[in-house]
C-alpha cells in the first residue's frame, strides 16, 4: 500500500501532462472493470503503449479499480443483465451474438458488459475530475511542499542527489 | 498528434504479445491440466486429477494422460480413471466458445480403482451411526414351531365345558320333572288293579238278570277308568317324545362342542403355509435391490450432465457459466450448435472380467440444439466370467420437459460362483455355482422409473444348511434344484420404488415347506384333540349318562301304553260280548 502511494506521489510530482496521467487512469479504469485475459482488454493495453499515456498511472490505476471493481461485481451483473435483456437492443445484441469476433469478447456476460458501461460512463467524467485534481495539487500542495525548508534542506543533501541518480 | 503517438510503445507491445504468447504455448499444458482439474474437482465435489495435458494447435486438439476422478461418497476410491483421451476441436466454433468434438477416443477406463490418498475436498462429517445388523442376516422365516399345548389349555377358556354343563343341567332338570309327572301316572298296581278287575269280571257267573245289568255297567265303568288312563299315559309319551328330541339335539350339540374348540385353537395357534409364499424375494432381494441402488446411483450423477439449467431473465435465457461470474445471456443463433457436443466417444473399458469397448454419440447438454438423443452402446466377448455382456440405451432429453431414459443389458452365459444369498444363522443359502442368462431393461420417463430383470440360470448347485426341522426341509428342497427363473420388476418414482422379485424356486420351497407345516399342523391338531379330548370326556360321560337316564322313561311310558290299551281291548270285549252264562 505503501509502495503505491509512493509510486503515485512520483506520478503526480513527474512533469508528465496532466493529460496523459487522467487519460492512463481512464484506460486503467476500463482495463480494472473488465476481466484481465479479455481480448478487449489486450485492445485496451495495444492503446496505452501506442498513445503516450502515463504508463506508472495506468498499471497503479489498473491495480486499484482491478481491486474495486471485485467490490461492484454485483452492480456490473445487474446492469449488465439490464442493457443485455433491454428489449430494444435485442437486435444488435443478436447481430453481435451470431459474430465471431464480438462472441469472442464475451460482450453477453453481464459483469462484462456491465463493467464496460460503468466503465465507459465514468471515464469521461474521470478524466476531466482527474485533470483538475492533478493541476490543483501541483499549483497547490506541490509547491507549498516544495518551499518548505526541511525539503529544501533534504534536497541538497548527497542522500537526495544519490536517490535521484538511482530512480 | 505526433505527441501523443508512441511508435515505440508499439514496439514495445510487440515484444510483450510475443513473450506472453510464448510463454503461454510453454504454460499451455500445465494452465489446460490445472484448468482441468481445477473445474473437474468443482463439478464433481472430490478431487480430480491429471497426470498430464498434451494441448497441440494445428489441428487444435488435447489429450489427456491418467485422468482420476474421486468418488465423492468413498473419498479413497477412483468414480473413473482413465489412462488416455484424446480429441481434436473444432477450432472455428472454439472461438465461438462452443466445444465441439467431432471424435474423442478413451482408452483403459476403470471404475472403482483404489486411491493411495483420500480424494476428499471437504472434511467429512462424522459418520452417521450404521443400520443395525439384522439378526437374521435380513432373512426372516415364518416359525412352524409345536405350540406349548399346557399353556395353551391353560390359557384358553374351552367354550365346549361350558357348553356340556349347561346340557347336563337342562337333562337333569327334564329327568327331575318327568320322574315327577311319571309318579302321577297310573302306575303298575294301578294297572294289575286294572287286570284284577277285568279278570273278576270274566270269572263273574251271573244267575239273575240284575246280576247281568250289574256285571254290564261294572265292565262299562272300567272300560271308562282304563280308556281315561291310556289317554293320559298316551298325552305324557308324546310329550315326552318331544322333550326327548329337544335333549337329544342338547346332547349332541355338547358333543360336537369340543370339536369346536379343537378348531378354534388351531385357528388361533397353528401354521399355514402362507408365510413362506414369496420365499425368492428373501433369496434375491438384497442382490437386486443392490444393483438397483447402483444404478440409481450412476444415473443420479449422468442425468446432471444431461440438461444445462437454463433460467430466463427479463424473457430471454440465461445459464450461469461454470468458470466465470455474472451470467452468459443466450440470444437467438442463425446456425444453432450446443455450448458442448462430442459427436462420438469411442470407449475402451476394462474391468476385472475383461475389456468392454463401445461407443457414445451425441453426448451434449443441448440435446434440442441437434435435435438428438445421447446413445450408448457397448459389448463384451470372450470375458472372463461371462461369454458375452451387451449394453445399449438412449438418454432423450430433446424435449426437456418430457425426458425418456432407457437401457439395456443382456448378458450370456455369466458364471455364477459362491455367490451368497442368505447369510442367516438360521438357514445360510448359498448358490455355489451356476450359469446365468439375463436380460434387464429400464426406463426413466419423467420421474417414473420401470426396471424388468428377467434371469435364468442353468446347472445350478445350491448350499444350503438348516439349524432346525423346517430349515433342513427347505435346504433339502434347494439341494435337488438344478434350474430356476428370477424375475424382478422394479416400479415407482427414483425417489420411492418398489421392487417385486418372483421366481419358480417360490413353488419349490412352498411344496418343501407346505409338508413341513402340514406335519407340524398335524402333531400340533393331534395333540390339542388329545388335551381337549381329555379335560372335556368325564363331563360328556355324565351328560351321556344322564340322557341316557332320561330315555329310560320312555321305556316305562311305552310299557304302560302298551299294557293299558291291551286292558283296554279286553275290557271293550267284555262289554261288546260279554260272557254271560246263562
Redesign the interface.
Known sequence: MIKMILKLLKVLNSEADPGQISLALCFALLSGFLPFFSPLNIIVLLVVFLIRVNLSAYFLGTAFFAGIAYLLDPLFNRVGLAVLTAGALHGLWTTLYNSTIWRLQRFNNTVVMGGIVVGVVLAIPLFLLGNFLIRTYRERILSWVRKLRLVQVLKMSKFYHLYQKLS | MK?????K??I??II?GIAALLIWYLLADWMVKTAIEKTGTALAGARVELKKADLSLSPPGLTLFDLQVTDKEHPLTNAVEVSRIAFTLDG?NL???KVLIREMAMQGVRFGTPRSYSGAITKAPPGAPSASKNEEGGFTLPSVKVPDVKKILQEEQLASLQQIADARKELEDAKTAWKTRVAALPDQKAIDAYEKRINDLRRARPRKLKDYERLAGEASSLAKDIERDAKTVQAARKDFSATLAASRQQLTAAEKAPQDDIRRIMDKYGVSAGGVGNMSRLLFGNTVSTWVGRGMEWYGRVKPLLTRLRSR????A?VK?AR???????????HPLPDFLISAVNVSLQEPQGTFTGTIKDVTTEQAAINRPTTFAFSGEGLADMRSLRLDGMLDHVQPDKPDDRATITVEDYRLAGMQLSRSDRFPVSLARGTAHAAITASVAGDDLHVQVRARVSAARFTAAGQDAFTRLLANALAKVTAFTVNADVTGTLKHYDVSISSDLDRVLKDAAGKAVREQAAKAEKAIKDAVAQKTAAALKGVQGDFADLASVNRILSGREGRLDDLLKRAQESVSKPRIRL
Open positions: 505527441k501523443w503517438i508512441r511508435w510503445g508499439l514495445a507491445f510483450v472455428l472461438l465461438r466458445r431473465k427479463n424473457g430471454v440465461v457459466p466465470a461470474k455474472g451470467m452468459d445471456v443466450r440470444f437467438p443463433e442463425y
